[in-house]
């Protein structure tokens, strides 16, 4: 199976349970066992290059790594690091409870690297920005080995600032979709919360629609005029990238893999994968471990 890191396993020693800092190439020599191999998280991570190159796979999306790359990682989500030259940088991540706890008002679903599935994991800053960021990054890591009063304050504080800071530069970005209907964003991430859910298990549109109260139409109204993809998009998309993590990061048997992911017919689910990716199941297993061995 896919490890599944938790927060408790990076600095135990020195600060909370709820949030993590360090230079890259520390936390990287620190847990070099852990890092290179594909693994997921069950917490928010950010990071941010200065130096090296490479290549950053997130979900069987290969990003470049450059300097001045901003990467964001939900919970669940599979990546791993191949570098072509040594890194540096900052990397930080939190709880959701450590974020939200002290904002009444704020969710990280508000920032749109982290409100949709869809939406790019990774910003490219631009050279008249690096400084500032580089120096946000830089506060966060020092105050983070600080013994201060209301440190946890001060860092829920410092990372709702420089989120703030990156959305106004992600959204920037011509081609980085931003929602501007609040009532149509509420239903997506309900949406996308409900699929998290219910994949292995619920297929149909319908079952969504009616969680959310909603007619299919109207659902589907809203991912399209959104994220540009229907409703049974979405809906395969999330079960065909979990058959992928599954495929490559465990031994299970093909016929193992269908069942637990809610198809009884292997073959009807080979056709559905086939059809989503133009191969088998068995043939991306291959092809995946030769290209990495």
Same mark, same amino acid.
């Given at each position: 199976?896919?490890?599944?890191?938790?927060?408790?396993?990076?600095?135990?020693?020195?600060?909370?349970?709820?949030?993590?800092?360090?230079?890259?190439?520390?936390?990287?020599?620190?847990?070099?066992?852990?890092?290179?191999?594909?693994?997921?998280?069950?917490?928010?991570?950010?990071?941010?290059?200065?130096?090296?190159?490479?290549?950053?796979?997130?979900?069987?999306?290969?990003?470049?790594?450059?300097?001045?790359?901003?990467?964001?990682?939900?919970?669940?989500?599979?990546?791993?690091?191949?570098?072509?030259?040594?890194?540096?940088?900052?990397?930080?991540?939190?709880?959701?409870?450590?974020?939200?706890?002290?904002?009444?008002?704020?969710?990280?679903?508000?920032?749109?690297?982290?409100?949709?599935?869809?939406?790019?994991?990774?910003?490219?800053?631009?050279?008249?920005?690096?400084?500032?960021?580089?120096?946000?990054?830089?506060?966060?890591?020092?105050?983070?080995?600080?013994?201060?009063?209301? *440190? @946890?304050?001060?860092? $829920? /504080?410092?990372?709702?600032?420089?989120?703030?800071?990156? +959305?106004?530069?992600? !959204?920037?970005? &011509?081609?980085?979709?931003?929602?501007?209907?609040?009532?149509?964003?509420?239903?997506?991430?309900?949406?996308?919360?409900?699929?998290?859910?219910?994949?292995?298990?619920?297929?149909?549109?319908?079952?969504?629609? *009616? @969680?959310?109260?909603? $007619? /299919?139409?109207?659902?589907?109204?809203?991912?399209?005029? +959104?994220?540009?993809? !229907?409703?049974? &998009?979405?809906?395969?998309?999330?079960?065909?990238?979990?058959?992928?993590?599954?495929?490559?990061?465990?031994?299970?048997?093909?016929?193992?893999?269908?069942?637990?992911?809610?198809?009884?017919?292997?073959?009807?689910?080979?056709?559905?994968?086939?059809?989503?990716?133009?191969?088998?199941?068995?043939?991306?297993?291959?092809?995946?471990?030769?290209?990495?061995?």
């Amino acid at each position: 199976m896919i490890p599944i890191l938790n927060i408790e396993q990076f600095d135990r020693v020195i600060h909370s349970n709820d949030v993590y800092s360090n230079e890259l190439s520390d936390h990287l020599t620190k847990n070099k066992e852990i890092v290179h191999s594909a693994h997921r998280h069950d917490f928010f991570l950010c990071v941010f290059f200065t130096k090296g190159t490479g290549i950053h796979e997130i979900d069987f999306n290969n990003f470049d790594i450059q300097p001045g790359c901003v990467f964001f990682l939900k919970p669940g989500q599979t990546h791993l690091w191949r570098f072509d030259s040594d890194p540096e940088g900052f990397i930080f991540f939190h709880t959701r409870d450590f974020f939200e706890f002290g904002f009444s008002n704020a969710k990280l679903t508000q920032f749109p690297f982290y409100y949709s599935d869809e939406n790019p994991p990774n910003l490219q800053l631009k050279c008249d920005d690096f400084k500032s960021i580089k120096g946000l990054f830089k506060e966060i890591n020092d105050e983070y080995y600080k013994d201060a009063m209301y *440190k @946890e304050q001060k860092l $829920s /504080s410092l990372i709702n600032l420089i989120y703030i800071d990156l +959305t106004r530069l992600y !959204t920037s970005f &011509e081609s980085y979709r931003v929602i501007g209907s609040t009532v149509y964003l509420s239903y997506l991430r309900k949406f996308e919360e409900l699929i998290q859910k219910y994949y292995r298990k619920k297929k149909s549109v319908a079952f969504y629609a *009616k @969680e959310l109260n909603i $007619s /299919s139409k109207h659902l589907n109204r809203i991912t399209t005029n +959104t994220i540009g993809k !229907t409703l049974s &998009e979405i809906i395969n998309g999330r079960t065909i990238l979990e058959a992928k993590r599954l495929l490559v990061h465990s031994e299970d048997s093909l016929a193992e893999i269908s069942d637990s992911l809610g198809y009884e017919d292997y073959a009807y689910f080979s056709k559905v994968f086939k059809m989503r990716t133009k191969t088998t199941p068995s043939n991306f297993r291959d092809n995946y471990k030769k290209q990495n061995p």
